[in-house]
């Protein structure tokens, strides 16, 4: 039996459901990806069977899912709600709980923001919390060991070596902008060349949930992407670089996630082979790294870190600190001269 694509999967679930929930999922800004919108129709589809099956006004009735209201949803007792969570709570990891309770969370807001439904329930609702993890990140010395490795080799292997060449510019430049900015990989292999100002030292990068934000390095890292980026256009002919990747592999092929997180794996290993969390240093690590060395340098700036970091929320910035507010833009060479 042939498996059904993403968009067949979400179609299919959102003929289940009220007409009103197509309606979220294809406006909400925050679900783009197909694999983001089947994730919202299956959270929301768990919630909608809920109400009917074990909520006594509808499972009397015996309402289908399908004939569920936007007054249903608005006039739903919190009581079932957090009933509904405890459950989640209980039967599911802490993170899978969250998510749907998230997903459940952001289509009431949206509803309630177009002014659609009069009262929201789920804001008045139990909250899931997720239990404290420990922060992963490399010091400042071990990130100098990194960007050595990644610079000259260092500790890499005789056959790792003999192609260290061909990378070097592209890796250190990379490596550095990931330490100097805390950018996600996601939004690092998006880049492309003309997104960079090198004078400025500054990209335009989208955010994860799709914003758009402006972003500062160092001078150093400056003339690591200028170096980088003029032999890409020697290279590749190029006469304008609008549309041509950041960083591509060797063909010109924008670099894929999976391929930067191998690479950082590699000089990880090569540059701290007796480090106790060298199998646990991945690209979002290196925004770890970031943080802690941003959060000290600025004076525990939290609020700066939170924007550097492109938190929604404080709460999550809060692993690292707590201080106060400044510009951007000011402390895009803060971190130069520590590795």
Same mark, same amino acid.
């Given at each position: 039996?042939?498996?059904?694509?993403?968009?067949?999967?979400?179609?299919?679930?959102?003929?289940?459901?009220?007409?009103?929930?197509?309606?979220?999922?294809?406006?909400?800004?925050?679900?783009?990806?197909?694999?983001?919108?089947?994730?919202?129709?299956?959270?929301?589809?768990?919630?909608?069977?809920?109400?009917?099956?074990?909520?006594?006004?509808?499972?009397?009735?015996?309402?289908?899912?399908?004939?569920?209201?936007?007054?249903?949803?608005?006039?739903?007792?919190?009581?079932?709600?957090?009933?509904?969570?405890?459950?989640?709570?209980?039967?599911?990891?802490?993170?899978?709980?969250?998510?749907?309770?998230?997903?459940?969370?952001?289509?009431?807001?949206?509803?309630?923001?177009?002014?659609?439904?009069?009262?929201?329930?789920?804001?008045?609702?139990?909250?899931?919390?997720?239990?404290?993890?420990?922060?992963?990140?490399?010091?400042?010395? =071990?990130?100098?060991?990194?960007?050595?490795?990644?610079?000259?080799?260092? +500790?890499?292997?005789?056959?790792?070596?003999?192609?260290?060449?061909?990378?070097?510019?592209?890796?250190?430049?990379?490596?550095?902008?990931?330490?100097?900015?805390?950018?996600?990989?996601?939004?690092?292999?998006?880049?492309?060349?003309?997104?960079?100002?090198?004078?400025?030292?500054?990209?335009?990068?989208?955010?994860? +949930?799709?914003?758009?934000?402006?972003?500062?390095?160092?001078? =150093?890292?400056? +003339?690591?992407?200028?170096?980088?980026?003029?032999?890409?256009?020697?290279?590749?002919?190029?006469?304008?670089?609008?549309?041509?990747?950041?960083?591509?592999?060797?063909?010109?092929?924008?670099?894929?996630?999976?391929?930067?997180?191998?690479?950082?794996?590699?000089?990880?290993?090569?540059?701290?082979?007796?480090?106790?969390?060298?199998?646990?240093?991945?690209?979002?690590?290196?925004?770890?790294?970031?943080?802690?060395?941003?959060?000290?340098?600025?004076?525990?700036?939290?609020?700066?870190?939170?924007?550097?970091?492109?938190?929604?929320?404080?709460?999550?910035?809060?692993?690292?600190?707590?201080?106060?507010?400044?510009?951007?833009? =000011?402390?895009?060479?803060?971190?130069?001269?520590?590795?």
């Amino acid at each position: 039996m042939e498996r059904k694509s993403r968009s067949d999967q979400i179609e299919s679930l959102l003929e289940e459901m009220p007409e009103f929930v197509s309606v979220f999922i294809y406006n909400f800004g925050k679900v783009d990806a197909h694999n983001t919108k089947l994730e919202y129709c299956r959270d929301i589809k768990r919630f909608l069977d809920f109400i009917v099956n074990c909520v006594p006004e509808y499972k009397k009735k015996k309402i289908s899912v399908k004939d569920l209201t936007l007054d249903d949803l608005s006039n739903l007792d919190v009581l079932y709600i957090n009933n509904y969570l405890t459950d989640m709570a209980e039967n599911y990891e802490n993170t899978t709980a969250k998510r749907r309770r998230a997903s459940v969370a952001s289509m009431y807001s949206y509803f309630m923001k177009a002014g659609k439904i009069r009262l929201n329930p789920m804001a008045i609702s139990k909250r899931i919390d997720l239990p404290q993890k420990d922060v992963i990140f490399l010091t400042n010395e =071990e990130q100098s060991k990194l960007l050595d490795s990644v610079r000259n080799g260092t +500790g890499l292997s005789t056959a790792q070596t003999n192609y260290h060449n061909l990378y070097t510019k592209r890796d250190s430049a990379m490596i550095l902008l990931f330490l100097d900015t805390g950018l996600r990989v996601s939004e690092l292999v998006s880049t492309d060349m003309d997104d960079f100002d090198l004078a400025s030292g500054s990209v335009v990068v989208t955010r994860k +949930g799709g914003d758009t934000q402006t972003v500062y390095f160092s001078n =150093e890292c400056s +003339g690591y992407l200028l170096d980088y980026f003029t032999t890409q256009k020697a290279k590749f002919n190029l006469k304008q670089t609008r549309n041509f990747p950041a960083f591509t592999a060797l063909s010109g092929e924008r670099i894929g996630v999976r391929a930067v997180e191998r690479l950082v794996k590699k000089y990880v290993r090569a540059a701290l082979p007796d480090s106790s969390n060298v199998d646990k240093i991945t690209p979002h690590k290196l925004r770890s790294s970031f943080a802690m060395s941003f959060y000290e340098a600025t004076d525990h700036d939290i609020l700066k870190l939170q924007k550097k970091l492109n938190h929604k929320s404080l709460n999550t910035t809060n692993i690292y600190a707590e201080a106060a507010k400044t510009d951007m833009k =000011e402390t895009r060479n803060v971190l130069e001269g520590l590795r």
